[in-house]
């Protein structure tokens, strides 16, 4: 499918429009949704992203799963849309890397793994509804210097599930266990409604309702809902300075907008933007001191259902290499040829980096390679593989892959992402639901455009008395 250019503005037409009362930066999920409610409230509203589209030219229309009860904000945006949400069958089981099937989310263990991964999930599902997201730092003292890993050994993992929590890590931020606070982790639980409803949502089977088109969807029809214009593609913004009355932005190109409140959606920005002023005391460890996790996404499209004649949904994890989760994403419509039968690749982890210098061929060799260990001997090969995202190595536009250390939950639970001046901060991360997904991206990018209009409301009655 590609990309929605409805309302996407052009290098050479940028000398038209500068300014506007709100600029957001970045043409993320949440960067939208706020640029999309703001419109709606009659401000005029700008979007700068770095990138040159919102999503890759041939971007597979895989779909994915979602949850009647708890994704509402993406199925009501998605009915908004015109997007197209329905019922699925569930096809067959789930698989794990080296475990076999698993069932009811159990991989098939021996006993004594089985009562470990029984033990850890429960365990961690209990201590995760404990967090309280507006004041995480509370349980630093209990699990604040600890690591995921080290918590799932406290539990009693055994080699088998410690593999297994290694995976859950890498799936949601791109790193492994070692390296993600066990305290940040129980908090991104917490958000989702507990561990056992994060795992639920990496298999699709369990998932009530089928999102046609994916995250992916949901930008370009949110894109096209935009006046048109808004978007200004291959906008690297590299400075953003508060003045008196305005703030006034600087690109990599050298094109300079002005705006009364910016809206940064995504915390990657905070270390590659110069703001003046710097930001204050509780937002400084934003610009160096957070993680940022490796994934990417890979389409591998197929003739035909082959997994599904095998008894198996797709849905995979895999435990050895950089493949972590697959999904069948099939759009199962009979007039969608380009996509009609597909498993979606989820790949994370620093080996990432050596995959984005190999050419597209050794790529796709090795990512066939780690789906066929997966699945077993006899996996065909695709008629075709769609790299899903941009780059291959840091994928900012996931909205799942940045974990911050305990130390700072002190410093966020302070600030609780208030506005500097008149800076605004949204994305994913900042959501207080479903962090770091589809559903805290929707969530976070309302909370921000209802935090501007209230910033808004004296200088605009002040705009309306004049009126």
């Known amino acids: 499918m590609a990309t ?8 050479d037409s940028y000398s038209q429009n500068h300014s506007a009362q709100v600029i957001v930066v970045g043409a993320s999920l949440s960067g939208l949704q706020t640029a999309y409610d703001l419109q709606q409230d009659g401000l005029s509203c700008l979007v700068l992203d770095a990138k040159s589209t919102i999503t890759p030219d041939r971007a597979c229309t895989a779909g994915e799963a979602v949850d009647e009860t708890t994704h509402l904000r993406v199925c009501q945006l998605a009915r908004r849309l015109g997007i197209k949400l329905k019922t699925r069958q569930a096809f067959g089981n789930d698989i794990v890397e080296g475990l076999g099937v698993s069932e009811n989310g159990i991989p098939s263990l021996n006993e004594s793994d089985r009562r470990s991964f029984i033990r850890v999930r429960a365990n961690l599902d209990t201590l995760s509804t404990k967090v309280d997201v507006n004041h995480p730092a509370q349980m630093f003292p209990n699990y604040g210097t600890m690591s995921v890993h080290e918590i799932a050994l406290s539990q009693g993992a055994t080699a088998a599930v410690q593999k297994l929590v290694n995976a859950w890590t890498l799936a949601i931020f791109g790193l492994s266990s070692q390296a993600v606070s066990a305290l940040y982790f129980l908090l991104y639980c917490k958000s989702a409604g507990g561990l056992v409803q994060v795992l639920s949502c990496m298999r699709s089977s369990d998932q009530s309702l089928w999102l046609v088109g994916g995250r992916h969807r949901l930008l370009q029809e949110l894109a096209a809902h935009l006046a048109p214009g808004t978007v200004r593609a291959s906008q690297e913004v590299l400075r953003i300075e508060q003045m008196e009355s305005r703030c ?8 300079v907008f002005q705006c009364t409140k910016v809206v940064l959606a995504g915390l990657s920005m905070c ?8 930001l204050s005391r509780d937002k400084k460890w934003l610009k160096s001191d957070y993680m940022v ?3 990417a996404r890979v389409a591998l499209v197929y003739d035909e259902p082959w997994w599904r004649q095998r008894g198996l949904s797709g849905c995979a994890m895999g435990l050895e290499g950089s493949v972590i989760l697959v999904k069948d994403t099939s759009s199962d419509d009979d007039d969608d040829f380009e996509c009609r039968f597909s498993l979606t690749c989820t790949l994370a982890g620093e080996q990432l980096q050596d995959m984005a210098e190999m050419t597209g061929t050794d790529r796709r060799k090795v990512i066939l390679q780690q789906v066929q260990a997966i699945f077993g001997d006899g996996v065909p090969s695709p008629v075709d593989m769609v790299e899903l995202d941009q780059e291959m190595s840091i994928c900012n ?9 305990a130390t700072r939950l002190g410093d966020l639970e302070r600030d609780l992402w208030q506005s500097e001046g008149n800076i605004y901060f949204a994305g994913a991360e900042t959501s207080f639901v479903w962090r770091g997904h ?5 969530a976070s990018g309302s909370r921000v455009a209802e935090e501007v209009l209230i910033g808004l409301r004296p200088s605009l009655g002040r705009l309306e008395s004049r009126l």
């Open 293 to 295: 996790g490796y994934s």
């Open 4 to 11: 929605t250019e409805t309302n996407l503005a052009k290098p």
């Open 397 to 405: 536009n996931s909205p799942a892959n940045l974990a911050v250390p």
């Open 438 to 442: 589809n559903e805290g991206a929707l």
């Open 248 to 255: 006034v932005l600087t690109t990599a190109v050298g094109e």
């Open 271 to 278: 270390k590659t933007v110069e703001l003046a002023p710097e």
